[in-house]
């Protein structure tokens, strides 16, 4: 019999691992009624429900003294905080519910790589079709100067809070602990960034904060014409220590699944057939009386 191809073996594994990934994502129907509705009236209620007033203030990213409407830069945020959630849910939810099965998984000896390699693969898809179509929405509302970069800046923040999601999954014991992670860490990082709310969007502090990068990009995407790959790469080094936290969490998780094997049942009592003695008064049934 002629052995199987090694490379067909892992390219089967790895189809096989992302389809289930894939999978589970689409058979999350809260996060498809999310992306569906959630995301058009966020952004929505973001630009109707903020006046236009002209809000002065420096992008940092290219040092220009920018003047926008304000409904419009709210949008920006409300189209970033709307990716955020949804992608940050979606990883979550399926790290979380995932969890046994991966070590199952793992324990049966499929291989780890091609499990990590499925969630990034689901991780990107996910990622560029809620980005993609936050940035037609935007474009439906208004006109930004570059919707590429405005696309690449939320495509770059989902997959970062996609990470997290998958870290905070494979970490916290309980649903609730991870969903409040990532809404509170969604709300503060956007919040803290906002020009028309935060007199320190501009201060020191928000350069450490994790869609920085993004926010500046998606800022000078809708009113500057300027290119901004360097904050591009600020937010990709972000998914990268995001990414990596993830990794070390599902290793960890799963290492436990295989380094600790089950211990052996403890097994029962032999159960004592010695004959009773009988007690005086009483028959031994063992025996006839003579």
Aim: net charge positive; with cysteine.
């Amino acid at each position: 019999m002629t052995p199987r191809h090694p490379g067909r073996r892992h390219r089967t594994l790895f189809t096989t691992a992302a389809r289930y990934a894939l999978t589970e994502h689409l058979r999350n129907r809260f996060a498809m009624v999310l992306m569906a509705l959630f995301i058009p009236v966020w952004t929505a209620l973001a630009f109707w429900s903020v006046p236009d007033t002209r809000t002065r203030f420096r992008l940092r990213a290219t040092g220009d003294l920018l003047t926008p409407h304000g409904n419009q830069l709210t949008e920006i945020t409300g189209a970033l905080n709307a990716v955020t959630l949804i992608i940050g849910f979606m990883m979550f939810a399926a790290s979380f519910a995932g969890g046994r099965f991966d070590r199952r998984l793992a324990l049966s000896g499929y291989p780890r790589t091609h499990l990590v390699l499925a969630k990034l693969t689901s991780l990107t898809l996910a990622s560029a079709a809620v980005a993609a179509y936050t940035t037609a929405l935007t474009c439906a509302l208004w006109r930004p100067e570059q919707p590429a970069l405005l696309a690449a800046a939320l495509f770059l923040a989902g997959i970062t809070y996609g990470a997290l999601g998958v870290a905070f999954g494979s970490l916290l014991r309980r649903e609730v602990e991870g969903m409040f992670a990532v809404v509170m860490t969604s709300v503060i990082d956007l919040a803290l960034q906002n020009p028309l709310y935060s007199s320190s969007s501009n201060g020191s502090i928000v350069r450490y904060l994790p869609s920085y990068g993004a926010m500046q990009a998606a800022t000078g995407a809708g009113f500057s014409t300027t290119p901004l790959p360097k904050y591009l790469a600020i937010q990709a080094g972000w998914f990268a220590a995001a990414a990596l936290v993830g990794l070390l969490a599902f290793h960890i998780r799963t290492r436990n699944s295989l380094s600790n094997p089950q211990p052996h049942p403890i097994a029962p009592p032999t159960p004592d057939i010695t004959p009773a003695v009988p007690m005086a008064g009483q028959r031994s049934w063992g025996r006839r009386d003579r």
